[in-house]
Nanobody, 125 residues
Framework: QVQLVESGGGSVQAGESLRLSCAASGATYSTNTMAWFRQAPGKEREGVAAIYTRLGITFYADSVKGRFTISRDIAVNTLYLQMNGLKPEDTAMYFC??????????????????WGQGTQVTVSS
């Protein structure tokens, strides 16, 4: 089992920054991908960014490229999402996920076995 606990959400103005954290514990060695998803009310869960942990390769949704950065601190087993230039359309509940995925499938929520409880990000204009 893997436990994921997100933190760092909040309410900001457009153009500001936030950094989300996801503390992982348990059998993280059983996974090869960690990712951030988000879900706005009435919308499907959307993949934001992912990192293939064994290779350090990162992926981003087109909507966040150049503004968001995913990273991982192995020493403290924590995943981060640095979000700069936030926009009102970034408002959502953000979730951390971990799983064993095949290359190219990182955006599919169904391939992740473990999820955090989520942290709310609200961006006002």
């Amino acid at each position: 089992q893997v436990q994921l606990v997100e933190s760092g959400g909040g309410s900001v103005q457009a153009g500001e920054s936030l950094r989300l954290s996801c503390a992982a514990s348990g059998a993280t060695y059983s996974t090869n991908t960690m990712a951030w998803f988000r879900q706005a009310p009435g919308k499907e869960r959307e993949g934001v960014a992912a990192i293939y942990t064994r290779l350090g390769i990162t992926f981003y949704a087109d909507s966040v490229k150049g503004r968001f950065t995913i990273s991982r601190d192995i020493a403290v087993n924590t995943l981060y999402l640095q979000m700069n230039g936030l926009k009102p359309e970034d408002t959502a509940m953000y979730f951390c996920a971990a799983g064993s995925t095949q290359f190219g499938s990182w955006t599919r929520p169904g391939v992740y076995s473990y999820w955090g409880q989520g942290t709310q990000v609200t961006v006002s204009s």
